[in-house]
């Protein structure tokens, strides 16, 4: 899924910046294609897959929420901290009790770690 999202977003970006370099761009074409954001949301993408099995699911997607919020637009650090926090807490959940998937939990001290702090959310 992440592949597919990746190469979505690689076909998005070609065909904007193309717009957006063509002699008819209009000034809003312009300011809506950031270049720039674009190449850093594909490569915060490609390193959240990977992360996931090194670090585990839960670190790896606090760590992408963190990351993906100021690409965004969004500035507050408190507002930025607690989105993720709450949306990594979220997704646990749901994954982990609800839909009962097993989710990476990352290699040597990252397991420990995941495995306590789904101790503490009452998951494990």
């Known amino acids: 899924?992440?592949?597919g999202l990746i190469g979505l977003g690689a076909l998005w970006?070609?065909?904007r910046w193309r717009v957006v370099s063509s002699e008819d761009a209009t000034t809003s074409d312009l300011e809506q294609c950031d270049l720039v954001k674009l190449i850093l949301g594909i490569l915060s993408v490609t390193t959240y897959?990977?992360?996931i099995t090194?670090?585990?699911?839960a670190l790896s997607?606090?760590?992408f929420l963190l990351c993906w919020f100021p690409l965004g637009g969004i500035r507050n650090i408190l507002t930025i901290m607690v989105n993720s926090a709450l949306g990594t807490c979220i997704l646990l959940y749901l994954f982990l009790k609800v839909a009962?998937?097993?989710l990476?939990?990352?290699i040597g001290a990252f397991d420990s770690?995941?495995?306590g702090f789904y101790r503490i959310l009452g998951i494990y």
């Open 1 to 3: 899924m992440l592949i």
């Open 100 to 102: 009962y998937l097993p």
């Open 13 to 15: 970006g070609v065909v």
């Open 113 to 115: 770690l995941t495995v």
């Open 61 to 63: 997607t606090f760590l």
């Open 104 to 106: 990476p939990r990352g």
């Open 49 to 51: 897959g990977a992360a």
């Open 54 to 57: 090194l670090i585990g699911f």
